[in-house]
């Protein structure tokens, strides 16, 4: 029986959590994750509660993974769009969600363009906000399904050397993940062309490299990350030419690496820019159970917070 108790009434950031409630959310995903292997995937934990889905960005994964969780544990679930909503209409995000809590909403799930979005709502809204991805600054379940996935393939993160590579400037993937791995003992390079890596970093606890043959010695677990051009104002690199060369993770690279090392990507992909599809789509690649895995750890964010203190053997057994 974990004895830890999960005291957030939000999921807003790695940066708020406690060593302590990454791991006990870790292992809350675990049974979650058990529950995909019955013949019907679902316990009625949640029965009678509303999720509401509000993303301001596109998304797949999350907003699709969030869904699904959230109906494996029974709850109902709303997708709220710009697009097709009053937010058309120059609705303010706290209105939205006013608007929302009104219709008996439990708890919201923000994915927004600016950084501090969940946590500007999760001081004037009344029900838990999970911060399905802020701006450049953190996306907190998706480094959770990393670090699960991290945990399934090499037993405990302690440790371990973790080489994050590419777009760091406008990743708050790489931002979570950072935060998480340090929490749980794991040493983080980052590496990329000296435009695409944050001031400060180092700050975070990583070192930092420019050139990728050097970062990859010795290292346990690769995370390529999308270059993601939606974001940038003005040319940071000469072309994706010139950054394939020098950053992409291919075989001959993936070699520099321990002989065990793994190859994660949170999604979406530029197949053949960042990674050759031949890694992709290889045994050593990870990035399918990642997928899988998110819906396991955003089963246990729920549960955490809306589950009322329940113990998780109580509806898994
Ligand atoms: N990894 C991730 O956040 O993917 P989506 O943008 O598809 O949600």
Redesign the pocket.
């Known amino acids: 029986m974990n004895q830890v108790q999960f005291k957030q009434k939000h999921l807003l950031g790695l940066a708020e959590l406690s060593k302590e409630e990454i791991e006990l959310i870790l292992s809350t995903a675990v049974p979650m994750k058990q529950i995909f292997t019955r013949s019907v995937k679902k316990v009625p934990v949640l029965r009678g509660k509303t999720v509401v889905n509000l993303f301001y960005?596109?998304?797949?994964?999350?907003?699709t993974?969030f869904e699904i969780a959230a109906k494996r544990l029974s709850a109902d679930v709303i997708n709220v769009t710009p697009s097709t909503s009053s937010i058309s209409k120059g609705e303010s995000l706290v209105d939205t969600a006013k608007t929302l809590e009104a219709m008996n909403s439990d708890i919201i799930v923000v994915?927004h363009k600016a950084s501090g979005a969940p946590h500007f709502l999760a001081r004037r809204a009344s029900s838990p906000i999970i911060n399905?991805?802020d701006g450049f600054h953190e996306?907190p379940s998706?480094a959770l399904l990393d670090l699960f996935t991290i945990k399934e393939k090499k037993g405990d993160i302690k440790d371990l050397k973790i080489a994050i590579v590419g777009d760091i400037l406008h990743s708050r993937?790489s931002r979570s993940d950072i935060i998480g791995i340090h929490k749980l003992g794991g040493e983080v390079r980052v590496v990329g062309p000296p435009t695409l890596i944050p001031k400060d970093i180092e700050k975070l606890g990583c070192s930092v490299y420019h050139r990728l043959e050097d970062a990859l010695e010795g290292i346990d677990v690769i995370y390529c990350l999308r270059i993601q051009t939606e974001r940038q104002t003005h040319k940071l690199f000469p072309s994706v030419t010139e950054y394939t060369r020098l950053y992409a993770i291919n075989e001959a690279r993936l070699k520099l690496a321990k002989k065990d090392a793994i190859v994660m990507h949170?999604?979406?992909m530029n197949r053949g820019i960042e990674l050759s599809a031949d890694v992709a789509y290889s045994d050593r690649s990870t990035i399918t159970e990642q997928v899988t895995n998110g819906i396991a750890i955003r089963m246990a964010i729920f549960f955490l917070l809306l589950g009322g203190g329940r113990s998780v053997q109580e509806i898994t057994d």
């Open positions: 960005e596109p998304s797949t994964r999350t907003r993974s994915r399905g991805g996306h998706q993937v949170p999604g979406p």
